[in-house]
């Protein structure tokens, strides 16, 4: 299966905030990283059509950097199998035996991801 997410997921350091209920302080989502959920879960249904992953995988996300800056390519990771997740593309992420990641400077932005079975014989290899 391949997918394509038109966005980078939000930093890490954006998708948590902190939220008051009453006395009490909690870290959640951010709406940022909600919104963003929201958007990219959507794009996974329409995409994967009847298409679903269950069992082991292995997931290849190629993203395109944004800019010159040096960024942590496992930040990206999080939340874009949460809306794979919740976009009915896999089973669950605890699923996922193998997970590469790359960077490409150019190219359209975002991240192309392909997700792929692992069939008995290869994950007991």
């Known amino acids: 299966m391949i997918l394509s997410l038109p966005s ?7 998708a948590r ?3 008051k209920r009453g006395d009490k302080r909690f870290i959640g989502s951010s709406s940022v990283y909600r919104a963003w ?3 990219m879960t959507h794009r996974v249904k329409v995409q994967r059509g009847a298409q679903r992953v269950s069992g082991p995988f292995r997931i290849e996300f190629t993203a395109t950097r944004p800019d010159k800056r040096k960024r942590d390519a496992d ?4 939340a874009s199998l949460d809306a794979i997740v919740k976009g009915g593309a896999v089973d669950d992420d605890s699923d996922a035996a193998k997970i590469s990641i790359e960077w490409i400077e150019d190219g359209p932005p975002g991240m192309a991801i392909v997700i792929s079975p692992i069939r008995q014989f290869e994950a007991a290899a």
Not at 8 to 14: C, D, G, I
Not at 75 to 78: A, C
């Open 37 to 39: 959920i929201e958007e």
């Open 75 to 78: 930040n990206l990771l999080k």
């Open 17 to 19: 905030t902190i939220h």
């Open 8 to 14: 980078l997921p939000p930093s890490v350091n954006q």
